[in-house]
């Protein structure tokens, strides 16, 4: 199926430091998700953006969809060790099924 | 959040036995349930979509004879991976998508089930 681009693959930061990352496409979605996954576990729910434009917070993490509703970020701030994870972004094209991104690894050094 | 359960969490089977695993929304009714497979380090590829009380529909690649689902309920949809072969060995994971404003665009995903094959 369809593909996001979703960059970057991986990091490595420092506790304390901000991350972002982001996802586009070249199909138009009406809904952005982001997802973290942990392993040996099923993606949470981070953040649901439904408007173009939109900006939302979720304690630290902050997510936007993009004006032409063909990209969308994710940031997260002052990270911690429990970010530590895989995050997905995720677009939702009407009523059928989600196209995943090929994920973000994300860790943290203490 | 919503919540989805799935059962079993692993499984290990011998080779040409068949696995059921269950997904259950268990706050909201899911008018659709998907059902991925994901292998190690890798994103979720979509296998099917399943709507109560109909067929579901596969994705391209994916044997319906093989990976048998049933939407018996708006809570319960149903994956067997029958004559399992080492090859199907994978993590499983279900989610579902709500009804009623609050869940509609959304979509919840289980904790996953990890089958192996022997």
């Known amino acids: 199926g369809q593909q996001l681009n979703q960059s970057p693959q991986s990091m490595f930061i420092q506790e304390g430091e901000d991350v972002s990352m982001n996802c586009t496409s070249s199909s138009i979605f009406n809904t952005w998700l982001w997802y973290k996954q942990d392993p040996g576990e099923g993606p949470v729910l981070l953040i649901a953006l439904y408007k173009a434009g939109e900006l939302t917070s979720n304690g630290r993490l902050t997510a936007q969809f993009g004006i032409t509703r063909k990209d969308s970020f994710l940031n997260i701030s002052a990270s911690i060790p429990s970010d530590v994870g895989i995050y997905f972004c995720a677009g939702l094209p009407g009523r059928r099924a989600l196209t995943f991104g090929s994920g973000t690894r994300l860790q943290v050094q203490p | 959040g919503a919540v989805v359960s799935q059962h079993p969490s692993w499984v290990i089977c011998k080779s040409g036995t068949s696995v059921k695993i269950e997904c259950r929304s268990l706050?909201?009714?899911?008018?659709?349930m998907f059902w991925y497979r994901q292998f190690p380090k890798q994103s979720l590829m979509l296998m099917a979509t399943?709507?109560?009380?109909?067929?579901?529909?596969?994705e391209q690649g994916v044997e319906k004879d093989k990976f048998l689902i049933n939407h018996a309920s708006l809570t319960l949809s149903t994956l067997t991976v029958t004559s399992a072969h080492p090859e199907d060995s994978s993590f499983y994971i279900c989610s579902a998508r709500g009804l009623g404003r609050r869940h509609t665009d959304t979509q919840y995903f289980g904790p996953g089930t990890r089958l192996t094959v022997l």
């Open positions: 399943s709507n109560e009380g109909s067929k579901a529909t596969y």
């Open positions: 706050d909201f009714q899911a008018t659709t």
